[in-house]
């Protein structure tokens, strides 16, 4: 069955330091890889996305990611967190039908 | 350009009552999604339109749940009668055809007593 697994639920950073969100998929052809951005009431704004070729995806607000198809990831990066990254992230896999799925999101909280 | 836009953005109901939720699509974007997203939870498609044509309704609970899409642009989703269980957040979404990146409004957050 096609499945996202975000395995960190919260994750606290210092506004400054590195970032790493992980995101582990099930899928059983070569999937489409997004992540988006939900801040506190608010819709989710699509940070990146990966449908094929360069594995690793330039994305917005200075985010990338890179599509391990050996490990089944699709890592969320960011050399430097800013206070206003803090938001809920999430995952998700599709293909070409539309359907999208997605992990149970991570919230990342940033210390001044 | 204009996002997908949705409303009502908030919505307070008591349970047994009915409620509905409207969503424009982005201009030209022909595949038109209802997603709903519980507290702590990533967002689950409700149901699926390629025009006016819903192709993927199988996790819709049809005995609640009703969505149309009339002319194949605006999209209304109602439940009748509410329950408890509803409060949630419900998003639309749209995307050029189906494949293609998928936009998400801002959500209309259903609250239910």
């Known amino acids: 069955a096609q499945s996202v697994t975000q395995p960190d639920i919260h994750i606290t950073v210092s506004e400054g330091a590195s970032l790493e969100l992980r995101c582990n998929y099930s899928y059983g052809a070569t999937p489409y890889l997004f992540w988006y951005v939900q801040s506190p009431g608010q819709g989710l704004q699509l940070l990146l996305k990966?449908?094929?070729?360069?594995?690793l995806v330039q994305g917005i607000k200075g985010f990338e990611a890179e599509f391990k198809r050996s490990q089944s990831s699709f890592n969320l990066r960011k050399p430097s967190v800013h206070w206003s990254d803090a938001a809920e992230y999430f995952c998700a896999v599709g293909d070409n039908t539309g359907k999208l799925i997605f992990g149970q999101g991570t919230t990342l909280q940033v210390k001044p | 350009e204009a996002g997908v836009v949705q409303s009502p953005r908030y919505k307070i109901i008591e349970k047994k009552q009915p409620v509905a939720f409207w969503c424009n699509p982005i201009s030209g974007h022909n595949t038109l999604y209802w997603y709903l997203q519980n507290l702590g939870q990533g967002p689950e498609l409700l149901i699926r339109y390629e025009n006016e044509e819903a192709v993927d309704d199988s996790q819709l609970p049809k005995d609640r749940f009703s969505a149309e899409r009339l002319k194949g642009v605006d999209s209304t989703l109602k439940i009748q009668p509410a329950e408890l269980g509803d409060s949630a957040v419900y998003l639309c979404?749209?995307?050029?055809?189906?494949?293609?990146?998928?936009?998400f409004g801002e959500g209309s957050w259903l609250t239910v007593v």
């Open positions: 979404a749209s995307s050029q055809d189906r494949g293609n990146t998928i936009y």
């Open positions: 990966y449908f094929s070729g360069d594995t």
